[in-house]
C-alpha cells in the first residue's frame, strides 16, 4: 500500500490494479486448491510482474519503443522476447532471486507464463490467475490451460467459472483502468 503513489501513468496504474486482482485471484485459486499456501500465492501474484514494472521504469527512449508495440497490440511476451531477449517473467524471476525472495515466489513469478517448465503448483495458480485476467498478455495455449489446472488441482471446468476477485482490496486500486 506504501507503493502505491509510485504508480503514477496510465501503464502503471493499470499494473498495479491487475497485480492486486491476481493476487487475490490466485489466493483464492490455491486456498481451494489446498495444494499450496494461499499466502504464498497471495504474494507470488503482487510480485508475479515486477519484471513489467522495471520494464516500464526504463529510460523513456527504451520503455516508449515497449508501450508503441503493446498499443499496435503486440502480446507482452513477444514484446519484451524481441525487445530485451526475454519477457518480464524472466527479469522479473532473476530480481526477486538477487532480493533473496524465498525459491518457490522466484520459481512461481519465473514460470507464471510457462508453468509446464516448472514443477511449481503457485507457478500453475498464478497462470490460472492470469487467464482469468484475460490480458492477452501471451497467445492462448489449451495445453497450458490443461496443464495448469492438473497441477493446481483444478478440474478445467471450476477454472472455467473462476472469476477474478478484488472486493477486499477495491480501497487500494485506482479508478476503473484498462488493463495494461
Partial sequence: AALRPLFASRYLQALWNHSLEVAQTAAAVARDSRRCDSDEAFLAGLMHDIGRLMILRLPADIAAHYLRLLDAGCPHLLAETALFGRTHAEIGGEA????????????????????????????????????????????????????????AGVKLEEFLNISPRVDALAAMRFGNQTAP
Fill in 96 to 151: 526477486l532471486e538477487r532480493w533473496k525472495f524465498a525459491p518457490p515466489i522466484v520459481a512461481a513469478v519465473t514460470h507464471h507464463h510457462t508453468p509446464e517448465q516448472s514443477d511449481s503448483v503457485i507457478a500453475a495458480v498464478l497462470y490460472l490467475a492470469e487467464e482469468c485476467a484475460a490480458l492477452g498478455e501471451d497467445l492462448p495455449s489449451f495445453f497450458r490451460l490443461q496443464h495448469a489446472c492438473g497441477r
